[in-house]
């Protein structure tokens, strides 16, 4: 359901299947690998038709190679032809709930820019944000009239 159907207006509402998200979230941590970080994180995606997708963090010797439990998540739902999301929610054992990452958050911002991030601590601590406000002016290449025009330039090439 997007949250903006729940009372008509728009902002942060709690989605009805919040804590099955979270629950999902909670599992998946379960399965993180992170032998050097000892920190496990969990994370579950909700595709705008209902789907649930969800990832743990997977660490590496060669430690830039690691990915975060978000990008699994989102990864595995896009490659599943999945590529429209309403929320996340991300669970790991920190004092305060923990929130994305830079890359993660770009990464959301790719797919799911409306989206809400729930994220809770293993205490049932839980706060909430919209993906544009962790992220604010992300980097994007869609560039509408940018992209027409050079359609517009390759179909004139192809006619010479
Ligand atoms: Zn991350």
Known sequence: MNPKDQDGKQGIKAGCHDDDLVLAAKKAREQAYAPYSGFA??????????????????????????????????????????????????????????????ACRQVLAEFAPGARVIMENLQGDRTQALVSDLLPHA?????????QARCELNSRHDES
């Open 41 to 102: 994180v969990g994370a579950a995606v909700r595709s705008t038709d209902g789907r649930v997708f969800t990832g743990a963090n997977v660490e590496c010797a060669s430690y830039g190679l690691s990915c975060c439990a978000e990008r699994v998540a989102v990864f595995k739902a896009v490659s599943e032809g999945c590529k429209e999301f309403d929320a996340i929610a991300v669970v790991a054992g920190s004092h305060e709930p923990t929130t994305p990452c830079g």
């Open 139 to 147: 980097f994007s290449l869609r560039r509408p009239a940018q992209s």
